[in-house]
């Protein structure tokens, strides 16, 4: 029974195949090889599903990365910005501390230098 119909279904497909001009159009593909076009499909989607989830995981690893760093830059400024003002007020002890030993030297050198110009 399959068979009888399988045998009719064919030759009314092969009369149906011919084109208007009398061409012959090209043979459908296989039940096989329509298959294994779905499987390599499939297979290739995986692959591409694959590498989307690859692509996605790097840039989520990148973007944590990037918060971290600019994290740590922003502790790093705040400590630079620290440090700045801490040199600024060390820059100024240092100067008021070099102005002292100036005046220092100029009344030790003026004591001096009056104590020899006196008359004894």
Not at 40 to 53: E, F, G, L, Q
Request: proline share 4%; hydrophobic share 25%.
């Amino acid at each position: 029974m399959a068979s009888a119909d399988i045998s009719s279904e064919d030759d009314d497909y092969s009369s149906r195949r011919r084109s208007r001009r009398g061409r012959r159009l090209p043979d459908p593909p296989s039940p096989r090889s329509s298959r294994r076009g779905i499987l390599r499909t499939a297979a290739s989607d995986n692959v591409m599903v694959d590498r989307v989830d690859r692509i996605a995981t790097s840039l989520e690893d990148t973007n944590r990365n990037l918060r971290r760093v600019d994290r740590m830059l922003g502790d790093y400024s705040d400590v630079t910005e620290e440090q700045g003002t801490e040199i600024d007020r060390l820059r100024g002890r240092l100067a008021r501390s070099a102005m002292r030993l100036q005046e220092e030297r100029v009344r030790r050198t003026g004591a001096t230098r009056g104590s020899t110009m006196r008359p004894a």
